[in-house]
């Protein structure tokens, strides 16, 4: 039941990513996708091309029948790959997403900086795990309240913090960066590359 609610966050997420930043063409980037639900749902509502990126072969399986199943698959193209070692050019999606995946990363830091590297100067990039600003109450309230029940150890909860979340961007050397919250909790980091950002050769990126 809890995995069925779970499912119910995506469009919801999706379509508040697109109001907010209106990225509807281009690359986009669901890193650490798992079945590839977010961006799956991406696809449905833009033009864009989604790559469903997992490093875990069982997850690219299930993304790739996911994506067929929605009718997206012509859209979407499925690939095991660690979030620390992209095989993707400097500056190559437009949109770059990761719900839930953030805190399971071995190199956070490693992770986010590569992450940065192949976002494209103008891009963004949003990295977290909330529910979004629209979900309805009868899907958030039960979500919610599994979420207080739960019993974290003391290194999850500092992990999941806003002050972690900031060091490892620190870390990664990101300074053009928001971070977003839900109910007065940091869930979001928005990532961002400048026009003017020069660490990086873009002379071979798509506009």
């Given at each position: 039941?809890?995995?069925?609610?779970?499912?119910?966050?995506?469009?919801?997420?999706?379509?508040?990513?697109?109001?907010?930043?209106?990225?509807?063409?281009?690359?986009?980037?669901?890193?650490?996708?798992?079945?590839?639900?977010?961006?799956?749902?991406?696809a449905k509502i833009t033009d864009l091309k989604v790559y469903l990126v997992d490093i875990d072969p069982e997850?690219?399986?299930?993304?790739?029948?996911?994506?067929?199943?929605?009718?997206?698959?012509?859209?979407?193209?499925?690939?095991?790959?660690?979030?620390?070692?992209?095989?993707?050019?400097?500056?190559?999606?437009?949109?770059?997403?990761?719900?839930?995946?953030?805190?399971?990363?071995?190199?956070?830091?490693?992770?986010?900086?590569?992450?940065?590297?192949?976002?494209?100067?103008?891009?963004?990039?949003?990295?977290?795990?909330?529910?979004?600003?629209?979900?309805?109450?009868?899907?958030?309230?039960?979500?919610?309240?599994?979420?207080?029940?739960?019993?974290?150890?003391?290194?999850?909860?500092?992990?999941?913090?806003?002050?972690?979340?900031?060091?490892?961007?620190?870390?990664?050397?990101?300074?053009?960066?928001?971070?977003?919250?839900?109910?007065?909790?940091?869930?979001?980091?928005?990532?961002?590359?400048?026009?003017?950002?020069?660490?990086?050769?873009?002379?071979?990126?798509?506009?």
């Amino acid at each position: 039941m809890a995995e069925n609610l779970l499912m119910k966050i995506y469009p919801y997420i999706a379509k508040q990513i697109i109001n907010d930043y209106e990225i509807k063409r281009g690359i986009c980037l669901d890193i650490g996708t798992g079945p590839g639900y977010l961006g799956i749902e991406l696809a449905k509502i833009t033009d864009l091309k989604v790559y469903l990126v997992d490093i875990d072969p069982e997850a690219v399986k299930k993304s790739k029948k996911n994506a067929k199943k929605a009718g997206v698959k012509k859209q979407t193209v499925s690939r095991q790959m660690n979030v620390e070692d992209m095989k993707f050019t400097d500056c190559f999606a437009h949109l770059i997403v990761s719900r839930g995946s953030f805190w399971f990363w071995d190199n956070k830091a490693k992770g986010l900086k590569e992450i940065h590297r192949v976002l494209k100067p103008g891009g963004i990039a949003l990295i977290g795990g909330g529910l979004g600003r629209n979900l309805p109450k009868k899907y958030r309230k039960p979500l919610v309240e599994k979420r207080r029940n739960r019993k974290d150890d003391e290194n999850w909860v500092k992990v999941r913090s806003k002050e972690f979340m900031e060091k490892k961007i620190n870390e990664a050397g990101i300074d053009s960066y928001n971070l977003i919250y839900e109910n007065d909790v940091c869930r979001w980091a928005e990532i961002k590359k400048s026009k003017g950002d020069n660490e990086y050769d873009c002379s071979n990126s798509r506009k």
